[in-house]
């Protein structure tokens, strides 16, 4: 990451500081401008202050391979030398390098660090040599003396023709180890060298508020040989993605296998480098390969005839053209060489890979974490019907979140599935919903198995996370639920979630961590002997232990969808199925497969195909350091609207305690960032809160400015300023950071909101009395006449699965609504009159007014006068399945009498028959 340039002039302590990135930039930056002064009037002040950031710098550069540690002790050198000319342009030199990254791709500057400018060589100044630069971590006790004669060895070895070159960072400790694989996101392998000793100085002072949550993990009563294990098993788990290797002298015989399956190799002789270091370039390579990506280059570079569908294929039908040439010069000639139908060649069949497509979904199956991954090039919409459609079959029950996105209700009118729906906790003030609370899951789960309804429940879908950045706490959920219902499938749409398996705070919440992690916990002797105590404890009885599973029923099946599109580096409807389920071989695949086959095209996008295998590529190698970038760059949003008056006069940004209730909040934190007391660290709400607030999703509230969400959002931030947004709500307009997002485009947007604010003030100043009443008024009604959020009403009794329970026909409604004879239209206030009159108004469609983008309505479904009032209330333009001229379109009277009728007689055959719903699946 490159280093923070900002010239902040407060002390460098880590309280003003959201995370070590920032204090080690501002503590460089700061160190050049003292170097400065010193060298134009060498003040003793100056001298004084410089040597105290030379100590802070001597703390942070043990984990970093450039500049380093030993860079830092030659600049103390030349300061205590009176050498202040030659220490301020080595500072100079060094920030510069560190801002630029010139390093990364001329590691020729990392090597030679600690050269003067006369020592260098030429063909140290040979420029860039576009290598692949990265840092290994050697974790072993060893002296100054041993470091340089390691690091001179492997510098002997390397070839300066290789792809890829590395430097080294050694930590003398345990802990150690542990805070550079937390700071330093360039370390792409560790090799642990016998068991080091535990404590490091470093764990207090400077770094402890940036470091505790990684210590915690860790044990200081770990025996000396298992210290080696015990790292290489932390490694895993916070940076999974870094490649572990590890050098002992206890025989294989005495390893654990838990051992031997954790590192990539195990040495046995010291002294053997040139073996090590070829196995570290191994590692590497077998990482930075993108099979289909390589192919499809490979494919365009070849001479072929076509004799097959696709005009288009090598360009002939554009670059011949005089009509559409500038389509051609537009994309380039690459695009339409990698055009083409043929799955041969290198190339691979989507449905039915064997080859390079094959390889590169085992690859993204090992940087997700699944136990399969498949990929999908027309969307998660395409995902989550497919995943619906392979595993609930007509009359199974699904728990679902009903503000989810709109295909997972059209995916259960393919299924035939019956929805029950949840309601998420509502925030009226801000017109938006959050997260559904776990005991509103569990009441359900409880109404149906007192109904004797729990064997058809099959499957619970949440969206994690939400569009306004609400995480569940996976883990928590998952437990709760498999307690009630061991053999449960979870399908967790994570459309907006790719990005969080590379931070080690976001991964504890993701569906693939928290399936290894329980697939684990169940099968262990330790659990299993927790469970019978509890259950003595609980008196023996039938009922479930709360968050205990049985361990002989529970079964692990997660499925998750994600937008790879969304936050991570892919063309536009790239998405990906991670797939952990215990029972998939034996249950699931084959009807997975059909499903796959069903709504996957017969002519995937190659393109799409590609950049879902390098965007993966590129998260297993800068995951890390890019999601941290984004989550920086949120904060660092977050603070300046909150700390500017002129922002903070206008508008607010929402917290974790604006959005998360105070029971769901279990670790107390209630916002990340305050203007008196800086800086809260996330990691304990993340780690114990039921649901969290994912920092990237700024929700700005507006109301102050007296302009809804989607004006703010239409006439100023995209007509004005070419800034686009994904998502307004009446009073709200939220903002996102993600990989790609830069500090350039964080201070555009922040001048943009200033000059939004000098427009807004203008204008007030020449309103006149009665322009300044209504925009009185509009404030008013933005910030406090705010609309009640109905929740879901109910199915109609004609559609209900069983009278009184949970559970509706929703595909039932659907299809009744293609007898138009059967539907009629109706006003908003004729439906208000005709609900007065004693009718109940049934939807024959699905009603989705964006904002907030999911069904108000469904089919089947009861119109509430709450829902009549919301809608009536909302003034959006968007209304899909509302016809302004027309109206809604309901059910006749005649049509529910005689379906009413029907589902009678279904659902006293389905309350005397067993279930045989789903059994093969």
Request: contains cysteine.
């Amino acid at each position: 990451m490159g280093i923070d340039t900002g010239t902040n002039d407060k002390p460098s302590t880590s309280t003003v500081h959201f995370n070590v990135s920032r204090l080690r930039g501002h503590t460089w930056n700061r160190l050049k401008l003292v170097a400065g002064v010193l060298a134009a009037e060498q003040t003793e002040s100056s001298a004084q202050e410089a040597s105290l950031l030379l100590d802070d710098l001597d703390v942070l550069e043990q984990y970093w391979a450039f500049p380093g540690v030993s860079a830092v002790r030659r600049l103390r050198e030349r300061l205590e030398a009176n050498e202040v000319v030659s220490f301020s342009n080595g500072v100079r030199s060094f920030v510069r390098d560190l801002s630029s990254e010139a390093f990364r791709s001329d590691p020729e500057i990392s090597f030679n660090a600690l050269k003067d400018e006369d020592e260098r060589t030429e063909s140290d100044n040979r420029g860039r040599t576009n290598q692949k630069y990265f840092e290994v971590l050697f974790v072993e006790n060893m002296s100054s003396d041993e470091e340089f004669s390691l690091k001179k060895t492997l510098a002997e070895i390397r070839d300066p023709l290789e792809e890829f070159a590395y430097d080294l960072v050694v930590a003398r400790t345990f802990q150690d180890a542990l805070i550079a694989l937390a700071l330093n996101s360039n370390i792409q392998a560790c090799v642990i060298r016998y068991g080091p000793p535990y404590a490091s100085e470093n764990a207090a002072g400077l770094l402890k508020e940036f470091i505790g949550p990684v210590l915690d993990s860790a044990s200081s009563d770990w025996s000396e040989n298992a210290r080696g294990p015990a790292l290489g098993r932390l490694v895993a788990q916070f940076r999974p993605e870094v490649d572990r290797y590890y050098v002992t002298d206890t025989p294989v015989s005495n390893l654990k296998d838990s051992t031997i399956e954790n590192f990539r190799r195990i040495f046995y002789r010291k002294e053997d480098f040139q073996e090590l270091h070829l196995t570290i370039i191994r590692g590497i390579k077998e990482r930075y390969a993108t099979p289909f990506f390589s192919a499809l280059k490979e494919y365009s570079k070849k001479p072929t005839g076509v004799f097959h569908a696709m005009p288009i294929s090598r360009g002939n039908s554009v670059f011949k053209s005089r009509w559409i040439r500038d389509f051609g010069d537009f994309y380039g000639r690459n695009m339409f060489l990698a055009e083409t139908s043929a799955t041969t060649g290198g190339l691979d069949s989507l449905l039915q890979p064997t080859g390079s497509l094959k390889q590169a979904q085992e690859h993204a199956a090992r940087a997700f974490g699944s136990q399969k991954t498949f990929f999908v090039t027309n969307g998660t919409s395409t995902s989550n019907k497919v995943v619906v459609q392979a595993l609930v079959a007509p009359g199974d029950l699904v728990l679902i979140d009903r503000d989810c996105h709109k295909s997972h209700h059209y995916g259960l009118v393919l299924s035939g599935a019956y929805p029950v729906y949840l309601d998420s906790y509502p925030l009226e003030e801000y017109s938006m919903y959050g997260a559904v609370p776990i005991a509103h899951i569990k009441e359900k789960l409880a109404a149906l198995a007192s109904a004797g309804r729990l064997d058809r429940v099959k499957m619970l879908l949440l969206t994690n996370c939400t569009f306004d950045g609400l995480v569940y706490n996976v883990e928590r959920v998952m437990e709760e639920v498999l307690a009630i219902k061991p053999d449960i499938v979870f399908l967790w749409d994570e459309a907006w979630f790719a990005f969080a398996g590379f931070s080690h705070v976001y991964r504890q919440r993701t569906a693939m961590y928290v399936a290894r992690k329980l697939s684990e916990k169940y099968r262990s002797e330790e659990y299993r002997e927790a469970y019978r105590l509890a259950c003595e404890k609980a008196g023996g009885g039938t009922d479930p232990i709360p968050g205990m599973p049985d361990p002989d029923k529970v079964r692990i099946r997660v499925y998750a969808t994600q937008s790879t599109h969304k936050t991570l580096s892919s063309f536009r409807q790239g998405s990906m199925i991670h797939i952990w389920d215990e029972d998939f071989q034996r249950r699931s695949e084959a009807s997975f497969h059909e499903a796959y086959m069903t709504h996957i095209s017969t002519s995937p996008n190659y393109q799409i195909l590609g950049s879902l295998d390098v965007g993966r590529r590129q998260v297993e190698f800068e995951g890390f350091e890019l999601v941290e970038k984004s989550v920086e760059l949120a904060m660092l949003l977050r603070a300046k609207i909150t700390d500017h008056p002129k922002l903070r006069k206008y508008f607010d940004v929402l917290t974790a305690g604006d959005l998360i209730p105070a029971e769901h909040r279990n670790s107390g934190l209630g916002e990340y960032y305050n203007v008196d007391t800086g800086w809260n660290r996330m990691e304990e709400a993340w780690a114990h809160d039921d649901i969290a607030l994912d920092p990237t999703k700024i929700n700005l509230f507006v109301g102050r400015t007296g302009v809804d969400g989607d004006t703010f959002k239409n006439r100023f931030l995209m007509d004005k300023f070419g800034i686009q947004i994904n998502k307004t709500s009446r009073n709200t307009v939220l903002f996102m950071t993600n990989i790609g997002t830069t500090r350039g485009s964080l201070a555009y947007l922040i001048r943009v909101l200033l000059q939004i604010v000098d427009e807004l003030e203008t204008g007030l100043e020449s309103m006149n009395a009665e322009e300044r009443s209504l925009h009185v008024a509009s404030v008013r009604s933005l910030t406090h006449e705010v609309p009640p959020l109905p929740d879901f009403s109910r199915f109609h009794a004609s559609f209900q699965a069983i009278p009184g329970l949970p559970g509706g026909n929703l595909r039932e409604a659907y299809f009744l609504a293609y007898d138009d004879d059967r539907c009629e239209y109706a006003t908003f206030e004729a439906c208000d009159g005709l609900m007065a009159s004693g009718r109940e108004i049934v939807s024959a469609s699905f009603v989705i007014p964006y904002p907030p983008g999911f069904p108000v309505l469904v089919p089947g479904q009861v119109l509430s006068p709450e829902i009549l009032a919301f809608l009536i209330a909302l003034d959006v333009k968007e209304i899909h399945g509302y016809e302004h001229e027309l109206g809604l379109r309901i059910f006749t009277d005649v049509a529910l009498g005689r379906q009413r009728t029907g589902t009678a007689m279904a659902g006293a055959m389905m309350t005397s028959t067993p279930s045989k719903t789903g059994t093969n699946k």
